[in-house]
């Protein structure tokens, strides 16, 4: 396992650009009417991932390196030709096992039957037979080159905000090889700047730039930009999320001159956090960019409605806007049935094509996905 992430086959093989997004759903819009659906499908499935994950009682960052496997897959594969369900399921064994929390293979096929069995995905013939997860894994690691090894921002977060704040969220015991990301002090100069001294976020505010990371996983980001830029653009977000932390910078930028240090030796002087993010040794136009994709998140998220309760347990982008359904709003029943509807169509064109011959399919594992659909 790689120590350094920019040695790292994430950060080698695993990192893409917009166009190769583009050019990974081009089969699915042949197939569907709205390709706005499309887009959808990032949060649909993520949430379905969240669910399940939850139901085997993963933590959230086993649900985040399933959810990175899921998006790895779809890179070389359509939702046309396989069956996305079964590739969760197989996208949270695997986890499991890369995250060392192993969980039967038995309980993840009972509690995937049980979550998809909702009326609203509409998975009516969820496989039973052990072997067929079996499969779909073997089948995944092989399309995800074995590259099992993950980085997530959660690690750099932390690195970057203070050790008093960062013991309130949850337990976070060291990671083998996140703290290669450039935080070691060997070489924290590198990639932060300075290296000197951390960002003081209150209890709130270091929770909210978590659940901001949490919400990027229901975008493509985590193919995009390494972990540790989506980190710095959470941190720049709860400067603007959370009021008490956006009120204190506000009185903080409103006085001309800096306010007089306290003499008393048990309070330091207030930190300045733009003057914290700038000294980063990182390109503050990526995370600008990180920064415009995660509110446009938020936007297409609003438009998104399962049942109120649905994601109140680990979603802060349902609360950044207005909670009303708007007109156009667009719901997992909806999806599922456009899901089905490109699965049968191109079910169709496969067996029946124009020129009369069939086509056989791509390889075995997507002949065997949909079988097992």
Not at 1 to 6: G, H, I, N, P, Q
Not at 241 to 264: D, I, M, V
Not at 367 to 373: D, H, L, P, V
Request: aromatic share 10%.
């Amino acid at each position: 396992m790689a120590t350094d992430f920019w040695e790292s086959s994430h950060y080698k093989r695993w990192l893409v650009d917009h166009a190769t997004l583009r050019q990974a759903r081009t089969e699915d819009l042949n197939y569907v009417e709205n390709s706005e659906h499309i887009e959808f499908f990032s949060i649909y499935f993520a949430n379905a991932i969240a669910k399940l994950g939850k139901k085997l009682g993963f933590r959230q960052r086993v649900i985040a390196t399933a959810t990175v496997f899921f998006r790895r897959f779809y890179l070389k594969n359509s939702y046309c030709e396989t069956d996305p369900f079964i590739v969760i399921a197989a996208c949270c064994y695997v986890a499991a096992k890369a995250e060392e929390s192993p969980v039967h293979i038995k309980n993840v096929i009972s509690d995937a039957r049980s979550v998809f069995s909702h009326d609203y995905y509409g998975v009516k013939y969820f496989p039973t037979d052990n072997t067929k997860l079996a499969e779909m894994e073997f089948y995944l690691v092989d399309d995800l080159e074995c590259d099992l090894t993950v980085y997530h921002p959660y690690r750099s977060l932390l690195a970057l905000c203070t050790k008093e704040s960062a013991t309130q969220l949850e337990r976070t015991e060291p990671e083998a090889g996140e703290l290669g990301t450039g935080i070691g002090p060997e070489d924290g100069q590198r990639y932060w700047g300075t290296g000197e001294g951390r960002l003081q976020l209150a209890e709130g505010a270091l929770q909210t730039a978590w659940l901001i990371v949490n919400d990027t996983y229901r975008s493509e980001l985590c193919l995009l930009y390494p972990p540790h830029l989506i980190a710095v653009a959470a941190i720049y977000l709860t400067l603007v999320f959370h009021g008490p932390t956006r009120a204190a910078l506000e009185l903080q930028l409103s006085h001309e001159e800096p306010l007089p240090p306290r003499r008393s030796a048990r309070h330091a002087p207030p930190q300045d956090p733009v003057a914290f993010l700038a000294s980063l040794n990182v390109s503050l136009p990526t995370v600008a960019a990180i920064t415009q994709e995660i509110l446009a998140l938020y936007r297409l998220w609003n438009r998104y409605k399962e049942d109120a309760h649905a994601d109140a347990a680990f979603a802060f982008g349902a609360q950044t806007y207005e909670t009303s359904a708007p007109d156009n709003a667009i719901s997992p029943t909806t999806l599922s049935q456009v899901l089905l509807r490109m699965r049968e169509l191109k079910s169709t064109d496969t067996s029946h094509p124009s020129n009369g011959r069939p086509v056989a399919p791509v390889n075995k594992m997507l002949e065997r996905t949909q079988a097992a659909g």
